[in-house]
């Protein structure tokens, strides 16, 4: 079988899993000023029905609705840019990625064929901005004002890129590998998006170069033709439109990595810490933290006193999901609910909570998930610049007639 059969139907058997929520129509009440402006559902090219946030640079939400199943479809997946430059597809025709650096033994450029001539990985993983949730802090801090669309599940396929690194050798020495992408700015002063991840992460197994999502090529604005997959990792490090690899004995130093990104040291949990760009002080943004979300019921939505289902998709950074709480009470009360089978370390996990007979009224609907290693999520917003991780448990009103 060709490289491109075997491409093309990776994870099929995944996208059967069905969605039955209804679709979003409300825009979350805790946005800013400034973006409520602007906030509507619209169609973009391969895209239908995101959240619209920001125009320019392109930031676009999926909405809640697509969260009752695993497996995100590539139309309804977020969109998120740094720089306005976005490339069009005409703009990748002779595509090729580059790798050099320091810390490798013979630079390579690299066409697309290669990729399809390395073994193929899939991995199914969430890709989530660091900034997800930040819209709902209050107060609100700087940044594009996400909602819970932020994110988003696929199965990714493609080389690993331990073995695109191969194909140039990587000396001892090496310390980072440095990612550029396509993308550019369209202002003087504004620094190119350049990040870096350590050579542990790179040589993981399940960080891989993706030219396929879901069963198809990359969608234009997710990326295409190939980008970088770092599982468990924040998605500010998923460099689209990947044009350049630089295997260096050195730190990145520049904005997106010393200024961008940080958070305080020491205030989230973190199981491999990006030594070589912490400080005393501060430290990257990198591994996700443990998180939850309903998305059926929708805010606002009515259901029977006769009893409903209540359901949703929890996940972390890669030690897996052990235990998903409901509250109806507004956090008064939990109760656990039925998780569905894992599908992967770096996957949602799917729950349910069937309810039983209900008095009238609006109730507030609540999750809280905790990992296999004991991490739950939190009370209360940890408050950093960035606003970032935002993990506290989400109240969804809900009327029972």
Request: aromatic share 8%; with cysteine; proline share 9%.
């Amino acid at each position: 079988m060709r490289r491109r059969d075997v491409i093309a139907g990776a994870g099929a058997a995944l996208l059967a899993s069905p969605s039955v929520a209804a679709e979003s129509t409300t825009i979350p009440a805790e946005l800013p000023d400034g973006t409520r402006e602007i906030a509507q559902y619209v169609n973009l090219p391969d895209k239908r029905r995101l959240l619209r946030l920001v125009d320019r640079p392109p930031n676009y939400a999926s909405p809640v609705d697509v969260f009752t199943d695993v497996v995100t479809p590539n139309d309804r997946f977020y969109v998120r840019y740094h720089l306005a430059g976005v490339p069009s597809a005409d703009d990748m025709d002779g595509w090729t990625l580059s790798v050099a650096g320091d810390a490798v033994k013979q630079p390579v450029r690299l066409k697309m064929s290669d990729l399809l001539d390395l073994p193929s990985n899939d991995v199914l993983s969430v890709c989530q901005c660091a900034g997800n949730r930040r819209g709902l802090v209050d107060p609100h801090v700087a940044g594009v004002q996400w909602t819970d669309g932020g994110m988003g599940c696929a199965v990714w396929s493609g080389p690993a890129l331990r073995d695109v690194l191969k194909v140039a050798g990587v000396k001892p020495e090496a310390l980072e590998v440095w990612l550029g992408g396509a993308d550019k700015p369209v202002m003087d002063g504004t620094p190119p998006f350049r990040k870096s991840i350590p050579m542990e992460k790179a040589l993981d197994g399940d960080t891989i170069v993706a030219i396929a999502m879901n069963n198809a090529p990359l969608p234009q604005l997710n990326g295409y033709p190939a980008r970088l997959v770092v599982p468990g990792w924040v998605g500010t490090y998923w460099m689209k439109h990947l044009t350049s690899i630089e295997v260096s004995s050195s730190p990145l130093k520049n904005f997106w990595m010393q200024t961008a990104y940080r958070v305080p040291a020491g205030l989230f949990p973190v199981t491999r810490p990006f030594q070589s760009q912490a400080t005393p002080t501060t430290v990257p943004i990198t591994e996700l933290v443990v998180n939850s979300l309903i998305a059926d019921p929708l805010e606002g939505q009515e259901r029977e006193r006769s009893g409903f289902n209540i359901q949703g998709i929890a996940w972390d950074r890669g030690a897996g999901i052990d235990r998903v709480e409901v509250s109806i009470d507004g956090g008064a009360n939990w109760q656990d609910a039925l998780l569905d089978r894992p599908l992967g370390p770096y996957a949602y996990r799917r729950f349910l909570l069937q309810t039983e007979l209900m008095r009238p009224g609006t109730y507030r609907l609540m999750s809280r998930a905790t990992s296999h290693t004991g991490e739950r999520q939190a009370e209360r917003f940890k408050a950093n610049p960035g606003g970032y991780h935002n993990n506290v448990p989400r109240p969804i009103a809900v009327t029972v007639v």
